[in-house]
């Protein structure tokens, strides 16, 4: 148990590391502002292998993740980059772009990931392409109908 | 009829004997409030439990709304979302839990099918 929280902690040290180098060649100094709670960084990790499905499920624990990074600093402005890794993740695609839509995140990029990870290949996406920019809204969603 | 084959012969339909079948289980269920799937979620892991693990488990359930804070240490992604910490290898089933066949799987009581 402990074991995979520190691989998987270890794992987002190292993107986070990464992350804030390329941000610092544009001029973004990330730990300061992570220390002046001017931006919160938050890494989704998906793991297939690790992963079973069983009956419905939808993205309510992302979007309750995002509503805390947000209100954690009150933040105006939210940037996922990338949902590819949830879409090669879990294996129900419908169900993912339907809960982007309600989370009014959607975007025409989104909606065309059809071979998200033939698209990634292909592109050989930077580790930080800031992919999309979303308006803060996360808690939106709340008893809407399914 | 005494031996100890770690596959059953016929398919699927056998518990499997070895490590899981004694091992002791330590389960999270990260549920969302009182939603539907929610509510099945933790109908349908308790009854697995109490027909598959009898006295040899642990189950936590977890409800995000009130407490947000833990999404992120486990990474939840997905709601309902069983996490089996141990035995390992830690596993994640998302869903309802209704499919019992991919629980039992997923917990590694059962093989494959």
């Known amino acids: 148990m402990h074991d995979d929280q520190t691989r998987t902690g270890a794992k987002i040290e190292t993107i986070n590391q990464g992350l804030t180098r390329n941000v610092a060649s544009l001029g973004f100094d990330l730990k300061d502002l992570v220390a002046h709670k ?5 890494f989704v990790y998906v793991e297939r292998s690790e992963i079973e499905e069983s009956g419905e499920y939808d993205l309510e624990g992302l979007f309750i993740r995002l509503g805390a990074a947000i209100d954690a600093i009150g933040a105006k402005r939210v940037v996922l ?62 008893g809407v109908p399914k | 009829m005494k031996t100890k084959s770690p596959r059953p012969a016929q398919t699927g339909e ?71 910490n141990l035995p390992l290898p830690l596993r994640r089933i998302i869903g309802d839990l209704s499919d019992t066949e991919r629980v039992l799987v997923g917990l590694d009581i059962r093989n494959t099918a």
Do not use: H, W
């Open chain 2, 14 to 84: 056998k518990t499997v004997p070895g490590i899981a079948a004694s091992s002791r289980y330590i389960l999270k269920l990260y549920v969302a409030g009182q939603s539907p799937k929610s509510i099945n979620a933790i109908a349908n892991i308790n009854k697995i439990c109490k027909e598959n693990l009898q006295g040899r488990y642990e189950l936590e359930v977890i409800d995000l709304y009130q407490q947000p804070q833990l999404a992120k240490g486990d990474q939840i992604i997905a709601v309902p979302t069983l996490i089996k």
């Open chain 1, 38 to 42: 001017k931006i919160v960084l938050d």
């Open chain 1, 81 to 142: 980059d990338t949902s590819e890794s949830l879409f090669s993740g879990l294996s129900n695609p419908a169900m993912l772009r339907a809960e982007f839509a309600v989370q009014e995140v959607v975007s025409l990029k989104i909606i065309g990931q059809e071979t998200a990870e033939e698209a990634q290949l292909a592109q050989g996406r930077a580790d930080m392409g800031v992919s999309r920019e979303v308006d803060a809204k996360p808690n939106k969603r709340k």
